[in-house]
């Protein structure tokens, strides 16, 4: 179900909504997109990135069904990529069908502009600028349209070998998990003055991000870009710290975390039973914690079932 422009107001506005990355683990998370719209919590504010950029661009429209069908059904469309594409650039997710085709009207997966355009939340979308290694992240007035904004999309979720960089204004970007946070918004929230957080993870509890392991081959790779070498070299460390640290947040009762009870898919994962099950397995965890959810934010909220 979409939302109509004119019903678009946000009843949560003191509090940052965090989406991470994963790929297509984002079918667990998902979910949460789904619990939320239907528990009727509207942030005023969020961030996403790299797949946690799509999940930011479904909750924006509150279109449900969309932002299932994105990590779960969508995986069977015989263009997603495979091999094949990656021998020809196009990425082993094709990328620009995923991103800047599949979201227009008549196409697979259509995507209702208006009402993102409409709906008054402040986003950011972050992704990693390939020639300083700077982090940037765009707003609403980055992506008047739809091509600007699924691009963007798409420059967010661009994981590293797999897909294609994406050149935008002059500059080539990719997942912006390579960025300083390791692949957390936070620091965007923070700088749009937000002290208080409800982020959703794609990891378990437990999970450390081990030490990359092949440096000297990325380096080949990346030989003409070696910010993009350091940043894969400390992404673990990065990610590892912000996980802490948001962990230290939720001990002091400044943040909510969504952490995968259990993470039954990989980040590359095409089957659509497995994402299917995974998807449910999301309604369930994030059902059961929605209660936590509501008291974090005093919002009462009406669901829809």
Do not use: C
């Amino acid at each position: 179900m979409t939302a109509q422009p004119s019903d678009l107001t946000n009843n949560v506005t003191d509090t940052a909504l965090i989406f991470e990355g994963g790929g297509m683990r984002a079918s667990y998370t998902s979910a949460v997109v789904v619990t939320l719209l239907r528990a009727g919590l509207h942030f005023g504010w969020v961030g996403g990135i790299s797949a946690g950029a799509s999940n930011l661009a479904n909750y924006l429209v509150r279109d449900e069904e969309r932002a299932r069908i994105s990590f779960v059904d969508f995986a069977s469309d015989p263009q997603m990529g495979d091999f094949r594409t990656w021998l020809r650039g196009k990425g082993w997710f094709n990328a620009e069908y995923i991103y800047e085709q599949a979201g227009f009207p008549d196409q697979a997966l259509p995507y209702d502009f208006e009402t993102f355009r409409s709906n008054p939340a402040g986003i950011a979308i972050g992704a990693f600028r390939m020639s300083d290694g700077e982090m940037v992240y765009w707003g609403k007035d980055d992506t008047p349209d739809l091509p600007s904004l699924m691009r963007r999309v798409r420059a967010s979720s661009t994981m590293p070998v797999l897909m294609p960089a994406v050149g935008i204004d002059g500059e080539d970007y990719i997942d912006g998990a390579l960025g300083p946070t390791g692949g957390f918004a936070i620091d965007a929230a923070r700088a749009a003055g937000y002290e208080k957080f409800l982020v959703v993870l794609t990891q378990p509890r437990d999970y450390v991000k081990p030490a990359m392991k092949n440096e000297r081959v990325m380096g080949r790779w990346f030989r003409r870009t070696p910010a993009v070498v350091d940043a894969l070299v400390r992404r673990p460390a990065n990610y590892n710290r912000t996980r802490e640290e948001l962990f230290d947040l939720e001990r002091d009762g400044k943040a909510m975390l969504f952490v995968p009870e259990t993470m039954p898919v990989t980040n590359s994962e095409r089957n659509v039973a497995r994402l299917r099950a995974a998807h449910e397995l999301g309604l369930a965890q994030a059902g059961r914690e929605l209660p936590r959810w509501r008291e974090f934010l005093g919002v009462d909220g009406t669901d829809r079932g």
